[in-house]
């Protein structure tokens, strides 16, 4: 089983996307389990305090190495961890590869940043790996790690049942998905592509690899770099 601890200072913005559908199921089913801790549980003085002024001067509190030192030693303590994940705006973007790997790599740790961030020295000497969801910013690391989440939970075998396959989605092979389509055939003189009728599995095969090209080209043509 899959174990991610997430670390944050606001374990009440993340616990709700764990308790809705797809990845309450994988919890339920005993295929993934999720820990949250509160920083402010590992805080070393009475005041619980876990972020501090910079150095050097300059505006937004910093968080302090020690009560993330003393949360992710006791989680060491108890089994391997495969990565100590950060989430921050300023590292590499997650995507669909990263997403594969830590799907099968075994237990991870999730730190939230928060703040002006997070003292260097924990990027520096406990943090495996810093991850962003995008070259935007968000006001804590609560969110993007919800997201990194799902995007590695809905992997595990298991999770998905076959009708909702993950060999299918967008990004999975490099190419964007094709187009889908439902009941009902006609809608306000829109119709379903006459292909998808035809019951002819070889042809539809080839227009969905056709549409996917076509979309993949026009939405993200660095896929054919
Ligand atoms: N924290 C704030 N913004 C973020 C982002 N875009 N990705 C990951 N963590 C963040």
Redesign the pocket.
């Known amino acids: 089983m899959l174990r991610i601890d997430i670390i944050s200072v606001l374990p009440k913005l993340i616990k709700s996307p764990f308790n809705a559908s797809i990845i309450k199921r994988a919890i339920e089913k005993k295929i993934v389990e999720i820990h949250f801790h509160d920083l402010k549980d590992y805080a070393s003085n009475k005041r619980k305090q876990v972020d501090d002024y910079q150095f050097g001067g300059g505006s937004g509190m910093v968080l302090m190495i020690e009560p993330i030192k003393n949360c992710i030693d006791l989680l060491k303590k108890d089994r391997v961890y495969k990565e100590i994940i950060y989430?921050?705006?300023d590292a590499k973007i997650l995507n669909q590869k990263i997403a594969n790997k830590l799907s099968i790599g075994g237990n991870l740790i999730i730190l939230c940043?928060h703040y002006k961030g997070v003292d260097q020295r924990v990027r520096d000497k406990i943090i495996t790996m810093e991850?962003?969801?995008?070259d935007?910013?968000?006001s804590?690391?609560e969110l993007?790690a919800a997201v990194l989440c799902d995007s590695i939970i809905r992997l595990i075998p298991g999770v998905l049942g076959d009708e909702t396959s993950a060999l299918s989605d967008s990004f999975q092979d490099g190419m964007i998905a094709p187009p889908v389509y439902t009941r009902p055939e006609n809608f306000d003189n829109m119709s379903v592509p006459k292909i998808l009728m035809s019951g002819n599995k070889g042809k539809i095969e080839n227009w969905r690899e056709e549409k996917a090209i076509e979309r993949t080209k026009k939405i993200r043509p660095n896929f054919f770099d």
């Open positions: 989430m921050t705006p940043g991850i962003s969801i995008g935007y910013v968000l804590g690391g993007p």
